[in-house]
């Protein structure tokens, strides 16, 4: 018999804009890729797909689908800035160090634009 899951009854939602990013690390498009789902990995998301596109003449957006929700990067290179954003229904910090990580590899402490939420999802 399967067992049954129950999600936390608080979600957390995470998007922010972080500027000073240096140029190649925006363009360089797949290396986003692998080290968006290499953080996930390490944070113990269950990626269940990831897509991405590129934009002319420049930007990049990764999505994950994650079994826990999403996460997503937005590059806007002639800016140096991106757009992050996650959502985690793990729990209410669930999606703190996932940021972090992110934030770190970007290079950058220059933030924005910062909304952290906690998503109830029972009443």
């Given at each position: ?33 692998l080290e968006l789902k290499k953080i996930l990995e390490q944070e113990g998301f269950k990626i269940l ?75």
């Open positions: 018999m399967e067992k049954s899951y129950q999600s936390s009854p608080l979600g957390q939602e995470i998007s922010c804009v972080i500027g000073n990013i240096k140029k190649e690390i925006l363009l360089n498009t797949e290396a986003l890729i797909d990831i897509a991405s596109h590129k934009f002319t003449p420049q930007g990049f957006t990764v999505f994950a689908l994650l079994g826990e929700s999403h996460a997503t990067i937005h590059t806007y290179p002639e800016y140096s800035s991106c757009y992050f954003s996650i959502y985690s229904c793990r729990g209410p910090t669930d999606a703190e160090k996932t940021f972090e990580k992110i934030k770190n590899y970007l290079g950058s402490e220059k933030i924005i634009f910062l909304n952290k939420n906690l998503i109830p999802v029972k009443k």
